[in-house]
C-alpha cells in the first residue's frame, strides 16, 4: 500500500456496512493500521451492532444510530488506552459489524435415519428434514466464541453445527413425545415449537444465537415400509376382492375380444386363465337361491374332500378341488403332463399319470397298426 492509500485510510471518518449480502453473520471494518480519526462517524443501520476491539479486548458496543466517535461515548474504549483528556487521531481500534436481522431460507436434515421404538411397527428408521432462520442476540459472545479473528463470518460455516445440534435435539424429542410414526404428520406444528425450544436452548448462553423459527417439513418412514403401507392402503380402499377379482378378470376377457390377433390370450397368460378358470369354478360350485318347492339343488363338496395343486409357469398354484382341476383340464390350462400334487402323494406326477386326474383327459386311442 503507498503513502497516498495510508493517508487516505487514516482520514477517512465514515465508518459504516452497506450489507448486501444475505447470509453474512459478521463482518470486519477495513482499515490501515485499524486507526480511526478523531470524531469519525459511524453509521450503524437498522439490524446492526458496531463493536469495537481493542488489543484482543472487546470494548464499546453500539445499537442503531449515527455517533460521532469521542471519549464521551466510548468509554470502555478509553479506560483500555488510558485516555484521560480524550484523544489525538489517529487511534487504533477493530471495528466489527454484526447483523442482528434473520437469516431465513436455512435447512436442516437427518444425515442418517434415528432409530425409533414404535408401538405399532416396533424397531423403524425415521428419516426428517425442515427450515429454520438464524438471529444474532449477543454480539459480544458470536465474536468470542465463533468469530475470533475473522475478518467475515457467515451462516454457512455454521450449518454443519447447527444441523447436528437440531438432529439431536429432534431424537431427544421424538424418544420423549412416544408419539408414533402414523401419528406425526398431526403435531408437525407442535412438535415444531417444542424443537425450536430445545434448540435455542443449546445455542443461546454459549454461541450468542437465537432460533426464531424452526419447522419440521417432513418425517419419512423408509421405503420397504411406505410400500407396505401402501398395499394396506389399497386393500382397505378396494374393499371386496372377490368383487374386485371379478371386475379385472372382465376387462381383461373385453381386452382380448378386442384384439383377437395381439395375442390377447397369450398375453393375459397362464396364471390369469387359470384364476379365471378357477373362479367360475367357484361361482357354479356356489349355493344358488331356490324357489319354495323347486328341487334342492346338489350338496357342495365335502369338506375332507382332497385338494389339489398344480404347476403353473413354474409356480404351485392351488389348493384346487377336483372340480376346479376338470374345468382348466376343460379349458386347456392343465394337460396331460402338467404336474400335480395332493396330500398323499410322494411327489409331484403328471396330472395323465394320477388315476383321479387321467379320467379328465378322456380315453387315449392305441397307436395305428403298422
Not at 74 to 79: E, G, N, V, Y
Amino acid at each position: 500500500m503507498g503513502l497516498f492509500d495510508k493517508l487516505r485510510g487514516e482520514l477517512v471518518d465514515i465508518i459504516e456496512w452497506i450489507d448486501d449480502s444475505k447470509h453474512t453473520l459478521v463482518w470486519r471494518f477495513p482499515r490501515y493500521q485499524n486507526e480511526i480519526k478523531n470524531g469519525a462517524q459511524l453509521i450503524v443501520r437498522p439490524g446492526q451492532k458496531a463493536i469495537f476491539v481493542h488489543r484482543g479486548e472487546v470494548a464499546d458496543i453500539f445499537e442503531e444510530g449515527h455517533y460521532e466517535l469521542k471519549t464521551d461515548n466510548l468509554p470502555i474504549l478509553s479506560t483500555l488506552s488510558g485516555w484521560k483528556h480524550g484523544f489525538n487521531s489517529p487511534f487504533r481500534s477493530e471495528v466489527y459489524f454484526v447483523s442482528t436481522r434473520q437469516i431465513t431460507d436455512l435447512k436442516w436434515g437427518t444425515p442418517n435415519p434415528i432409530m425409533l421404538r414404535d408401538p405399532e411397527f416396533g424397531p423403524i428408521r425415521l428419516r426428517a428434514f425442515g427450515t429454520y432462520t438464524l438471529r444474532a442476540i449477543d454480539p459480544k459472545a458470536l465474536l468470542k466464541e465463533l468469530v475470533g479473528a475473522n475478518s467475515e463470518f457467515s451462516s454457512d460455516e455454521l450449518s454443519e453445527l447447527l444441523r447436528s445440534i437440531i438432529t439431536t435435539a429432534f431424537t431427544d424429542l421424538l424418544a420423549s413425545s412416544k408419539v408414533a410414526a402414523l401419528d406425526l404428520a398431526s403435531r408437525y406444528q407442535e412438535m415444531s415449537d417444542d424443537l425450536r425450544k430445545l434448540v435455542a436452548e443449546r445455542i443461546d448462553d454459549e454461541y450468542g444465537l437465537d432460533i426464531p423459527a424452526l419447522f419440521i417439513v417432513n418425517v419419512s418412514l423408509p421405503e420397504a415400509v411406505e410400500k407396505a403401507l401402501d398395499v394396506r392402503t389399497s386393500m382397505g380402499v378396494v374393499g371386496d376382492m372377490n368383487k374386485f377379482q371379478q371386475y379385472q378378470m372382465g376387462q381383461a376377457m373385453m381386452a382380448a375380444a378386442e384384439n383377437p390377433t395381439g395375442g390377447g390370450a397369450d398375453g393375459m397368460g397362464m396364471g390369469m386363465g387359470f384364476a379365471m378358470a378357477q373362479r367360475m369354478a367357484q361361482m357354479a360350485a356356489a349355493p344358488v337361491a331356490q324357489p319354495v318347492g323347486a328341487p334342492a339343488s346338489a350338496p357342495p363338496p365335502l369338506p375332507n374332500a382332497a385338494t389339489w395343486h398344480a404347476a403353473i409357469n413354474g409356480q404351485s398354484q392351488g389348493p384346487y378341488s377336483l372340480a376346479q382341476i376338470q374345468t382348466a383340464v376343460q379349458t386347456g390350462q392343465i394337460e396331460r403332463s402338467t404336474l400335480i400334487w395332493c396330500e398323499g402323494m410322494s411327489n409331484w406326477q403328471a396330472a395323465g399319470e394320477v388315476a383321479q386326474t387321467a379320467a379328465l383327459f378322456g380315453a387315449v386311442p392305441p397307436p395305428l397298426p403298422r
